[in-house]
């Protein structure tokens, strides 16, 4: 399958384009991301999502090199964790994950965290991604888990806007009200943990919470257009504008998330979808500080 001319592409607010569906590497251990990350790319993936904080940058870098795709035809995002915020630190950190990734440009840089008990830190490491915006260095620049008023804050103290913010949203956790203000400010709201990951990963949270995978009505959705719960949700992204960045590292898996299109969701299913929002969050408040993990050094490229 040729996944380029499959999944439709997004235009960011400097016009920029990129998948709506790319590939995620959050939690992978560094020793699976490189077979994943082939994987992905020979499925047809060209869209690749990676973070400083991940520690699998230098993996990443190496299946993309490894896999004979071109440079040009490969979006790749990464993100800069709290501990390199500020401006000269955040300049170096741009190297330390270009390095790592073994790319000069990188296509999407931004920032992983608001971190609002250190947001002059964050403002200050925003300016630096307008600085490697202005020189060519990144081709986008954005932020991820800011709410409205972490947004609000930034925009009252920067010239560019976010081109994107990736957030936590999957069918159980659709944050209305960051969707609003993204698009309100003309900013693609990019979901992590996308079919609802983060509410069946073994150790974070509450082990009884419940599987949107197991969900009844995302599958009877499902079973009316014979596929999976999965695709049901992704194509659930793509229909409402958004983009998304499932991941896996199983092959069949890999495969079937890229297979979403070829069908359409009626305007009563989507609203189905959205009314399974319970307003709780799987993953961390991004309004709660926590320091020791804000702190954590990430290493030299």
């Not at 399958?1 to 607010?13: A, E, V």
């Not at 993936?45 to 993309?64: K, L, Q, S």
């Not at 995002?77 to 401006?87: H, I, P, Q």
């Not at 979403?260 to 991004?286: H, K, N, Q, S, Y």
Request: aromatic share 8%; proline share 7%.
């Amino acid at each position: 399958m040729d996944g380029m001319s499959t999944i439709p592409t997004l235009t960011l607010n400097n016009g920029v384009t990129l998948p709506a569906l790319g590939f995620g590497v959050f939690q992978t251990p560094p020793d699976e991301t490189v077979a994943a990350v082939r994987t992905a790319l020979d499925t047809g993936y060209r869209h690749i999502d990676t973070a400083a904080a991940y520690g699998n940058e230098r993996e990443v870098g190496r299946a993309i090199h490894e896999s004979g795709v071109a440079r040009d035809d490969v979006f790749v995002e990464t993100k800069v964790w709290v501990s390199d915020y500020g401006y000269e630190s955040t300049l170096h950190a741009f190297d330390k994950s270009a390095g790592k990734l073994g790319l000069e440009q990188l296509d999407l840089l931004i920032l992983h965290q608001p971190a609002p008990d250190r947001f002059d830190a964050t403002v200050a490491a925003y300016r630096a991604l307008e600085k490697l915006l202005a020189d060519g260095a990144v081709r986008a620049i954005g932020v991820s888990n800011f709410m409205p008023h972490h947004l609000e804050a930034l925009l009252d103290t920067v010239s560019v806007v976010p081109a994107v913010n990736q957030v936590e949203l999957h069918p159980y956790f659709t944050q209305p009200d960051v969707q609003a203000a993204d698009a309100r400010h003309g900013v693609l709201t990019q979901a992590w943990s996308p079919i609802g990951g983060i509410t069946f990963y073994p150790g974070w949270g509450d082990e009884n919470r419940r599987s949107t995978l197991s969900d009844p009505t995302v599958a009877s959705i499902a079973t009316a257009h014979g596929r999976t719960p999965a695709q049901v949700m992704l194509r659930w992204h793509l229909q409402q504008g958004r983009s998304a960045i499932p991941k896996s590292v199983t092959p069949s898996r890999i495969a079937e998330n890229l297979d979403v299109v070829g069908f359409e969701l009626t305007p009563e299913e989507l609203a189905a979808v959205d009314a399974l929002d319970t307003g709780v969050r799987g993953g961390p408040d991004p309004d709660v500080p926590r320091p020791d993990f804000f702190d954590r050094a990430i290493p030299e490229a």
